[in-house]
């Protein structure tokens, strides 16, 4: 099983706690009705698909209750950090890989 | 057997030289949300400690506050004793009677804790006396308060109570027979 710390607990916990939720950093657009329909096509269903570091949500859905992000590689299924959501994207290069 | 909700009254479920498992009397049960900027004035309006901490309990008189997350406790109180509802808050909150919601079952014993980890994948160990913390039971959510070091409290939604209630009747006698 794989453990996943909790930026809001500050614990490192069971999967089963958590829930996925999808990419991470796709943010809706402030004005929708200017987006053009590509863009509105690519906001709702393209994906980045990432083999290796995969920035993405979760949710301590049977804890806290709160979403937060991650770097998951998805080759690996090594996580590589967590942190709070509205949180800058974290550097790839200085991620060590023990934060879990 | 099928045990219904209906057939749960508070009293002893089970027992063994490991553990005893209990139900309680009903008690008070709410729900608040508020975020922190509104904490303090939330807690200073409602008379109570608003604890900062995920899973840190705070009393006041009878009533015990958990914090469940970020923005969210669990207030606990005698039936009756739950002025602190019909306060004037002028804060942006949330404030919710779930007292029904839920069951509460008292799991005590030197095997307590052992007993707990047949259904929670966390530890049950990583809670420290004295704190609570929302978890999993067996798939089940449920608030777990560790009271002490072998004394703990299991609020879990009705419908599910009577599945928790027979794995820890099983596991009761289980770990005795060891
Ligand atoms: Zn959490």
């Known amino acids: 099983m794989l453990l996943i710390r909790c930026p809001y607990c500050d614990e490192t916990l069971p999967e089963l706690e958590f829930a996925y939720a999808g990419e991470a950093h796709i943010a809706r657009a402030l004005d929708p009705s200017s987006v053009t329909d590509e863009d509105w096509r690519d906001f709702l269903f393209i994906r980045s698909n990432a083999k290796g570091p995969h920035y993405e949500r979760w949710r301590h859905v049977h804890g806290c209750g709160r979403f937060f992000n991650a770097v998951r590689d998805t080759v690996t299924d090594r996580f590589l950090t967590t942190y709070k959501a509205g949180e800058a994207k974290p550097d790839l290069e200085t991620l060590t890989g023990d934060a879990r | 057997m099928t045990i219904h909700p209906h057939d749960l009254t508070p009293g002893k479920i089970a027992e063994s030289a490991a553990c005893k498992v209990h139900?309680?009397?009903?008690?008070?049960?709410?729900?608040?949300?508020a975020h922190e900027p509104e904490r303090k004035a939330v807690a200073d309006a409602l008379e109570l400690d608003l604890p900062w901490y995920v899973g840190d309990v705070a009393k006041t008189g009878e009533t015990?506050?958990?914090?469940?997350?970020?923005?969210e406790w669990l207030i606990v109180a005698p039936e009756?004793?739950?002025?602190?509802?019909?306060?004037?808050?002028?804060?942006?909150?949330?404030?919710t009677d779930i007292s029904d919601r839920e069951l509460t079952f008292r799991i005590t014993g030197p095997r307590a804790s052992d007993l707990l980890t047949l259904g929670?994948?966390?530890d049950p160990d990583s809670i420290k006396p004295g704190q609570g913390r929302r978890t999993l039971f067996d798939?089940?959510?449920v608030v777990l308060w560790r009271d002490g070091e072998n004394d703990f409290r299991m609020d879990i939604w009705r419908s599910f109570a009577p599945h928790a209630v027979s794995l820890?009747?099983?596991g009761c006698a289980e770990l005795a027979a060891e």
């Open chain 2, 23 to 33: 139900m309680l009397d009903p008690v008070a049960r709410f729900s608040l949300r």
């Open chain 2, 168 to 170: 820890l009747a099983l």
């Open chain 2, 139 to 141: 798939s089940a959510t």
């Open chain 2, 120 to 122: 929670c994948p966390r």
């Open chain 2, 80 to 95: 009756g004793q739950t002025d602190f509802a019909s306060r004037t808050v002028d804060a942006p909150h949330a404030l």
């Open chain 2, 64 to 71: 015990e506050v958990l914090n469940l997350g970020p923005d």
